[in-house]
């Protein structure tokens, strides 16, 4: 009878302790995840830069995760709508977000968010970068910085600048460039990109620091001249255009960046598992060229660097919308 207790212990013993090894592998893989299409929600509208690099990673995605992953553009608000749509939802790996850095400008830029922009998401990892360029009606008599700064000093009104937007990543390039230098320099808020350009091209405002795909091809026409990049390095698209950083102002780097980020709560091994399929979209040749011809430079990485890039970006620009009073509109 002893001997028969003790082997129904040893097989009690022996089940708990596969049991406990077999736990992390089931942690591993979540149940059946996914089992129907991932939807990717974009807080801008089709298009746009953000949406173009979704639509990208999207298929590529699908592909990997063996789901198709469904683009939803929720725009408003400079991409608050879809954020806050996101962070709502359940942390199910069915709902992700395209977080940029519209999301930590936000965080100061609005006296009051739906949605706790570091709390609200669990970051899967940066998709890519894309730099700014300073670009100038070619009839303006400048072709470097120094020139550029030269006839802000020299006018009494000063230089203008367009953005897309108060508070979007265009406008507070600006202002930061416009702190660092000690310019006069006159905003003029757009709604939008492409309306910006448009006054620009016609001479109505002076420059812009517009993200690279949107000016590129009037630089690339003659039809602006672009005076200098807001990375820091220079870009292959434009090689012979100079960094803010090598002009004068050493540590000068601004870029517009794209993240995959899910709802605060997602399971650890959902967010590993995007992350890794996110990592392989990324090292594929055709998907690393179309975001070399968009000026985008793939970055991935992992959800900590990502949490410490948002913590990062958070803080710097609170301290450039406060110095430069920028207001949501």
């Known amino acids: 009878m ?33 089992a129907k299409p991932v939807r990717l929600v974009v807080g801008y509208s089709a298009g746009g830069a953000t949406d173009v690099i979704a639509r990208l990673v999207a298929v590529k995605l699908g592909e990997q995760l063996g789901q198709s992953v469904v683009v939803d553009n929720r725009a408003g608000a400079n991409s608050n709508v879809g954020a806050e749509l996101v962070a709502k939802s359940p942390p199910d790996g069915y709902t992700l977000y ?15 968010l739906g949605y ?8 899967v990892g940066l998709i890519a970068r894309i730099p700014n360029i300073l670009v100038v009606n070619p009839k303006l008599p400048v072709k470097t910085l120094a020139d550029y700064m030269r ?19 265009i406008h507070l ?5 416009k702190m660092q230098a000690r310019l006069n320099m006159l905003h003029v808020p757009y709604r939008g990109s492409a309306p910006a350009v448009t006054d620009l091209l016609g001479g109505q405002v002076q420059s812009m620091f517009d993200n690279t795909p949107s000016s590129l091809p009037h630089v690339k026409a003659g039809r602006l001249r672009a ?18 950083a090598e002009s004068g102002f050493p540590g000068f780097d601004v870029q517009s960046w794209f993240a995959l980020a899910a709802p605060a709560g997602t399971p650890q091994p959902v967010v590993e598992r995007l992350n890794a399929a996110l990592g392989k979209v990324l ?11 968009l000026a985008a430079t793939p970055e991935p990485g992992t959800p900590d660097q990502l949490r410490k890039l948002i913590a990062s970006e958070t803080r710097r620009w609170r301290d450039v919308v406060k110095q430069s009073g920028a207001k949501a509109e």
């Open 173 to 177: 390039s600006g202002e930061m460039f």
């Open 2 to 34: 002893t001997s028969h207790n003790a082997l129904r212990r040893r097989l009690l013993a022996f089940a708990a302790a596969l049991a406990c090894g077999a736990a992390p592998a089931l942690r591993a893989q979540p149940a059946g995840w996914p």
């Open 151 to 169: 006839l802000a000093k020299s006018s009494p009104e000063g230089v203008t600048f367009a953005s897309s937007g108060s508070g979007s990543s």
């Open 227 to 244: 005076i200098a990049i807001t990375s820091a390095q220079r870009s292959p698209l434009l090689p012979d255009v100079p960094t803010v």
């Open 98 to 112: 395209v977080y940029t850095i519209a999301n930590t400008i936000n965080a100061s830029l609005y006296d009051k």
């Open 116 to 123: 706790d922009p570091q709390k609200d998401f669990e970051p």
């Open 283 to 293: 090292a594929m040749p055709d998907v690393r060229q179309r975001l070399q011809d």
